[in-house]
């Protein structure tokens, strides 16, 4: 394993934290309260500032190095550092067209869409001129099996027609969300529960759909992003907004889900770290019973081991980076559900030691630890809870070993 950055991704490196700290940090409280004011609309500030990075070429570099003009040309091992600095701050990685979940809709489309399906949704989203959302989650069924889902997508002649109930469904809030990747079945009685399903198209402003309610998480509602619940009711799309075809829904949503889920790991290093050296400059300044907090030695330790889990994590991502871009995704499986299972605990356990160094406010408004620490808990449930990676790896592990 070799992680020395090249001099292109060193550049990049410089070129993201200078943007940073010259447009993304200072302007946090500006961002809240733009979004205070109309809070499910994109904030002007962040026109402006993706204006600015795409100005720059700090644009899409998610984007595999497979999709040509529209990529930076990255591989996943070179984006890692870069996704782990956006992740410092929560609404960044938008500013980079780098935000979930139009990152997964666009893999998706850049993979398996057509070429009306790329033109029509896929190049605005690379553009950063709409938002999109992805509809799988659902309130009646356990969704951590995908198998479980309900919505049904009947064909109608030239139509589909869709009747459900998801929630959860991040990005659908916002008033510039044009478009929903919508996970349903097309073939409930299928003996081979992977291939009941299918993922089609729905514009937002079809007839039938509803956005009934935004959902809070830990009472925060996350706008402009949100988590909506959608009901569809006989919601009518052209045959033509299938993804592949039927039947292949199971196979688009875990081609989607493994480059996600690396993502979000990246981002929780990021958030980790920043929360560490926001605690580091607390104790450094604060002082308890006569003295600096960093002289007692339950301080230190705390900062010790949070140091220790933050590298131990990155390592880890990096090689699930490396051997994703060396080997496929398939072949990456393992590690990525290592980091996913990893990752958010350990930004929880950092986070939670800023919290208490800082005292109550920890748990204020005034430091994005507490909004932090809501989003880290909910990732341990988002692309998949710990449960379900564990036991599919702990399956792929003694099958590896007995095989």
Request: hydrophobic share 40%.
């Amino acid at each position: 394993m070799n992680f020395e950055y090249s001099d292109k991704v060193k550049e990049l490196i410089n070129r993201v934290t200078s943007f940073m700290e010259e447009h993304v940090y200072p302007n946090e409280e500006a961002m809240h309260q733009q979004v205070s004011l109309d809070p499910w609309s994109t904030p002007p500030l962040m026109e402006a500032l993706k204006a600015k990075a795409k100005a720059q070429g700090l644009w899409n570099l998610f984007l595999p190095v497979a999709y040509g003009k529209h990529s930076a040309g990255l591989t996943n091992l070179e984006y890692a550092p870069l996704a782990e600095i956006m992740g410092k701050v929560m609404w960044a990685p938008e500013v980079f067209n780098c935000a979930a979940p139009d990152t997964g809709n666009m893999e998706v489309l850049a993979k398996y869409g057509n070429e009306s399906q790329k033109k029509q949704w896929l190049q605005p989203l690379l553009e950063g001129k709409i938002r999109s959302a992805f509809a799988m989650t659902e309130p009646e069924v356990a969704s951590s099996d995908a198998t479980n889902i309900e919505l049904r997508i009947d064909r109608d002649g030239d139509e589909y027609v869709l009747n459900g109930r998801k929630f959860y469904i991040s990005g659908a809030c916002r008033k510039q969300c044009e478009i929903m990747i919508v996970m349903g079945k097309t073939d409930a009685e299928n003996d081979n529960r992977y291939i009941q399903q299918s993922q089609v198209l729905v514009p937002m402003n079809t007839p039938g759909v509803t956005m009934v309610r935004p959902m809070k998480v830990f009472g925060y509602n996350d706008a402009p992003e949100g988590h909506a619940e959608v009901n569809f009711d006989n919601v009518r799309v052209p045959v033509e907004n299938i993804i592949v075809g039927e039947g292949k829904g199971f196979e688009i949503a875990q081609g989607r889900l493994g480059p996600g889920r690396i993502h979000h790991c990246m981002r929780s290093i990021g958030i980790a770290q920043r929360a560490l050296d926001l605690m580091c400059k607390r104790v450094d300044e604060r002082i308890v019973f006569g003295r600096p907090m960093i002289k007692q030695q339950s301080i230190r330790e705390d900062i010790a081991k949070s140091a220790c889990q933050i590298e131990q994590a990155r390592l880890m991502t990096l090689k699930a980076a490396q051997k994703m871009d060396n080997h496929g995704n398939k072949a990456a499986k393992d590690l990525i559900a290592m980091i996913k299972i990893v990752a958010p605990s350990m930004a929880l356990d950092v986070i939670d030691r800023a919290i208490q160094c800082h005292g109550a406010v920890g748990v204020s408004q005034d430091t994005f630890l507490a909004h932090a620490y809501a989003g880290q808990r909910t990732l341990r449930l988002a692309d998949g809870p710990d449960q379900v990676h564990m036991m599919q790896l702990g399956r792929d592990l003694v099958k590896q070993i007995t095989s």
